[in-house]
């Protein structure tokens, strides 16, 4: 390769980044408002843009990975996180959009309901017979994610309570193991007692004899 087809190369990125800024800013104003069909042309536009600048940019790493200098490998790496933002920004906007006309065509629908016409009678269409089963659809997942939320609550309520009652066995059956010593050093001790209570009384009844011999004798 020579030097004008990385320069060639590079100008042709800027040239892409810089259509693909102009289209994105023209995306983020139409999000932002009530959408009137023309984002389906601009998102195939940005689409487009994305694959030329992603092709050019693989083109631009096989001439970094022939040896390119460590300028260039810079260079490609900044070119690449451009592409990178950009592609994130766009999935963003893309599905925020969609959300948004979700949205929009169930409130439609809440409206029209509201209004009391009889989709059985032929008032309705197949398209609000079936934002009505949407709507049904949305409120029950609503419903069953409550109950998910509910269940996991319970789940780490009673894991806690499970850990509280391993904790207060372990004490239970460390006291257990410890209750025979226990017993044996108070049984040793009331022996002890008992018999410091029967010398007591033994050497009382002793001095209480010698006491009255010597009373006597005199």
């Given at each position: 390769?020579?030097?004008?087809?990385?320069?060639?190369?590079?100008?042709?990125?800027?040239?892409?980044?810089?259509?693909?800024?102009?289209?994105m800013?023209?995306?983020?104003?139409?999000?932002?408002?009530?959408t009137?069909?023309?984002?389906?042309?601009?998102?195939?536009?940005?689409?487009?843009?994305?694959?030329?600048?992603?092709?050019?940019?693989?083109?631009m790493?096989?001439?970094?990975?022939?040896g390119?200098?460590?300028?260039?490998s810079?260079?490609?790496?900044?070119?690449?996180?451009i592409?990178?933002?950009?592609?994130?920004?766009?999935?963003?906007?893309?599905?925020?959009?969609?959300?948004?006309?979700?949205?929009?065509?169930?409130?439609?629908?809440?409206?029209?309901?509201?209004?009391?016409?009889?989709?059985?009678?032929g008032a309705?269409?197949?398209?609000?017979?079936?934002?009505?089963?949407?709507a049904?659809?949305?409120?029950?997942?609503?419903?069953?994610?409550?109950?998910?939320?509910?269940?996991?609550?319970?789940?780490?309520?009673?894991?806690?309570?499970?850990?509280?009652?391993?904790?207060?066995?372990?004490?239970?059956?460390?006291?257990?193991?410890r209750?025979?010593?226990?017993?044996?050093?108070?049984?040793?001790?009331?022996?002890?007692?008992?018999?410091?209570?029967?010398?007591?009384?033994?050497?009382?009844?002793?001095?209480t004899?010698?006491?009255?011999i010597?009373?006597?004798?005199?």
């Amino acid at each position: 390769m020579e030097a004008s087809s990385w320069d060639a190369l590079r100008k042709q990125a800027r040239k892409l980044e810089a259509q693909l800024d102009e289209q994105m800013n023209s995306y983020r104003r139409l999000v932002s408002m009530k959408t009137d069909g023309s984002e389906n042309d601009l998102e195939s536009g940005i689409e487009r843009l994305l694959k030329q600048l992603q092709h050019v940019n693989a083109q631009m790493q096989t001439w970094v990975s022939s040896g390119g200098s460590e300028i260039l490998s810079h260079t490609l790496t900044r070119h690449k996180e451009i592409l990178q933002d950009l592609t994130q920004e766009f999935y963003r906007l893309r599905s925020s959009l969609r959300a948004k006309q979700e949205h929009a065509s169930l409130l439609d629908f809440r409206d029209f309901d509201g209004a009391g016409l009889d989709m059985e009678e032929g008032a309705g269409s197949v398209d609000q017979a079936l934002l009505k089963e949407q709507a049904a659809l949305s409120r029950s997942s609503g419903q069953m994610d409550t109950v998910i939320s509910q269940a996991q609550a319970t789940l780490g309520t009673l894991v806690l309570q499970r850990s509280t009652f391993g904790g207060i066995n372990n004490k239970i059956s460390n006291v257990s193991s410890r209750l025979p010593t226990v017993n044996h050093i108070l049984s040793a001790i009331r022996r002890k007692k008992s018999m410091d209570t029967i010398i007591l009384s033994l050497v009382a009844s002793v001095c209480t004899f010698l006491i009255l011999i010597y009373w006597l004798s005199k």
